[in-house]
């Protein structure tokens, strides 16, 4: 078993604020201590605007606010940064007015310019850079980001858009110091500067990132004096170096060991219902791929209710995915079912599309524990065997995650296992971030991998972002997801849910709809 040396004696400290009440799940709230989280990967980068991986925003939620916030267990909006704001102009005008006396981790003051100049850094990268998450939900709609006053931004939209302040709560939009800006440039992923709970301390790559609390943070100092984040890739030793009390909090825990930390009086396991969806992303552009008989084949020849028995404790801990957004999301089309698994009726549509002794297929397996699919390369052997059964010959192959991301954003996949956790809870978040033909662009900004170009879908679903009410938006989902669901782009396969374990010693933590680890209020008990 790896071991991680002591980083800092825990030591107790006064003066901690403590603000909003607790869960008392480990004795009254108090300061002090080194809380080390285990992790299934390393950060890739610490540029908030720049990390679309949940192991990188895993880490960056501690570091960064943006002007509104998710609510802790949920998905309203709160306010964040901007104290209060205003909605004019028939929805096309947003106005903030920022909190006072707030400062970035380096000592820079918190004002609209650096807000607008965090977010004209995404709407202008430089060379060689692309910012994802702009690029998909804000550059379609943003004109403009005026500062007002030293205290106020104004945010000018093209058109009004439903999804503004959810997506403006989403981890990407963190606003970044002006110095740390200016003097790193595109290296400020690896010199991590925001105004959140934690500061960045040191990253060893492979090793431990570490950050220690910002005594100064708005909201009142973080109980935790230290916040370390380790990377074990192995499940089974991530969760043994918990049960020793080598690490006090990890996530990534396979299905059949959910009894074992259950029954452990040590420990504390936490579970909900996932936003989140894990997909087979078939790239619609690669023969024979960009055939919907073919798809639909595949879709066919995969047994799902086997897979999650084998791989979700019995099917417990995770539910067959039937659309690509989770049936937790208003929006979601009850009405349709998931396709019956039929190796014979996937033999025969191989045959229509002139294919009766099959085909090879690249298969990209998963490097990375995450959540939607907790044993990724277990997974694809299943998925292998069974598509072997109608005649499909799958090889299987993967890199490291970095890596593996980038290419599928470039399109040089054949067929490949990936999964999305949801940034707000709304359908705009599942069915445009992973279907629209906006996102099927091969580059850095790609989020829709399977390369999907459908002009009916994506009327729908350019139509829903443009009215407020939900009630209008609601039929334009349910009748996209009826035709994804004909077309096959990809195949959803499950939605977990979401779990996580702690050392019975440690409180204040709660699992978020999106997945964020937020350790702002968490603490070390006696």
Known sequence: MRRLSP?????????????????VQAGAPRCGGVLIFAKGKDATRLDPADTTDAESLTVTCNLYDGLVRFQRESTSIEPALAERWEVSDGGKTYTFHLRHGVRFHDGAPLDAMAVKLSFDRQAHPQSGQVFEYWANFFAPVVS???????DTVRIRLKVPDATFLTNLAIDSMGIVSPRAIARWGVDVARHPVGTGPFRFVKWVPGERLVLEANRDY???????????FKPVPDNSVRLLELEVGEVQGMDGI?????GRVEANPELTLMSQP???????ALNNTKPPLNDARVRRAIALAIDKPALLKAFFAGGKLGQVAVNPMPPIIWGYNAALHDTTF????ARRLLVQAGYPHGFDLELWSLPVVRPYMPQG??????????????????????????TYLDKMGWGQHQAAFMGWIGDNGDPDNFLYTLLDRAN??????ASNYSFYRSAAVSALLERARTLPDQKDRLPLYEKAQALIQQDVPMVPLFHAKQLAAFRRSIGGYHLHPTGDHDFARVWIGG
């Not at 403009?144 to 030293?150: D, L, N, Y």
């Not at 099927?440 to 900004?445: E, F, H, I, L, Q």
């Open 7 to 23: 980083l800092v004696a825990l030591i107790a400290l006064t003066g901690c604020a403590a603000s909003a009440p607790h869960p």
């Open 144 to 150: 403009s980001v005026e500062a007002v006053t030293p």
């Open 218 to 228: 708005w909201r009142g100092r973080p109980y935790l004096d230290k916040l370390v």
């Open 254 to 258: 396979d299905p059949d060991d959910v």
């Open 274 to 280: 996932g936003l989140n969806v894990g997909y087979l």
């Open 342 to 345: 039929d190796p014979e009726q």
């Open 377 to 402: 390369q277990r997974t694809a052997e299943a998925v292998q065997a069974d598509l072997a059964r109608v005649g499909i010959r799958a090889h299987l192959k993967t890199y490291e995650w970095g």
């Open 440 to 445: 099927a662009r091969p580059g850095g900004s």
